[in-house]
C-alpha cells in the first residue's frame, strides 16, 4: 500500500515562492514515475511537473522556467519548487506516483495513487 502525503502550501503574494514537498510511504520503488498535478476549483486536474526513471523532468508549459520538480529517493521524497507565483497558480497541489512505464507523465490518468493535497493561494 502507498502513501502520499503533501506539505508546504500556504498563501503568498504574487511573485513569491512556495517549495511543495510530497514524501511516499509503502512499496514504492525508485524507477516509478512520481508527478505534481493542480486543480483550481470548477476546473480539471491538470498536471504541473513529472519526475520519471532515470531522472527524466517533464514540465507543464505554464510551470517550465518558474517551477523545478526535485527528486530524493532515498528519502522517498518529491518536491516542487515555485517561484514568481501569480494568481493562476492558486489551486490544490496533488502528489502523484504511477507506474515504470507512463507514456503521459502530465496526465492524471497514468498514476495509481494520490496524495490529499496541499493548497497553494496566491494573492
Known amino acids: 500500500h502507498v502513501q502520499l502525503v503533501e506539505s508546504g502550501g500556504g498563501s503568498v503574494l504574487a511573485g513569491g515562492s512556495l517549495r511543495l514537498s510530497c514524501v511516499a510511504s509503502g512499496s514504492i520503488r525508485s524507477n516509478w514515475c512520481m508527478g505534481w498535478f493542480r486543480q483550481a476549483p470548477g476546473k480539471q486536474r491538470t498536471g504541473v511537473a513529472s519526475?520519471?526513471?532515470?531522472?527524466?523532468?517533464t514540465y507543464a508549459d505554464f510551470a517550465q522556467g518558474r517551477f523545478t520538480v526535485s527528486r530524493d529517493n532515498a528519502r522517498q521524497t518529491l518536491n516542487l519548487q515555485m517561484n514568481g507565483l501569480n494568481s493562476d497558480d492558486t489551486a490544490m497541489y496533488y502528489c502523484?506516483?504511477?507506474?515504470?512505464?507512463?507514456?503521459?507523465?502530465?496526465?492524471?490518468?497514468?498514476?495509481?495513487?494520490w496524495g490529499q493535497g496541499t493548497q497553494v493561494t496566491v494573492s
Open positions: 519526475s520519471g526513471s532515470g531522472g527524466a523532468t
Open positions: 502523484a506516483a504511477g507506474a515504470p512505464l507512463v507514456h503521459s507523465p502530465l496526465e492524471p490518468y497514468e498514476y495509481n495513487y
